[in-house]
């Protein structure tokens, strides 16, 4: 089962801008502050991507970084 994530919460762990994570994850900025706001909920894939985050922050910078 894969906890509710504090989207907000889990940026700030990646010091990311709103647009840097938005960009990092592969989502719009709007998709991104309705999850921050709670006008929506990430899920499906989306969702297991940022709970890996939530528990490695660094997980995306990680790999994007290793594809150079």
Do not use: C, M, Y
Request: cysteine-free; aromatic content about 2%.
């Amino acid at each position: 089962v894969i906890p509710d994530i504090n989207v907000a919460e889990v940026r700030a762990k990646t010091g990311l801008s709103q647009a840097e994570f938005a960009r990092s994850i592969g989502v719009a900025k709007g998709t991104l502050l309705n999850w921050e706001h709670g006008r929506r909920t990430p899920n499906g894939p989306a969702q297991v991507l940022l709970a890996l985050i939530a528990r490695k922050p660094t997980v995306v910078q990680e790999l994007l970084s290793s594809q150079n």
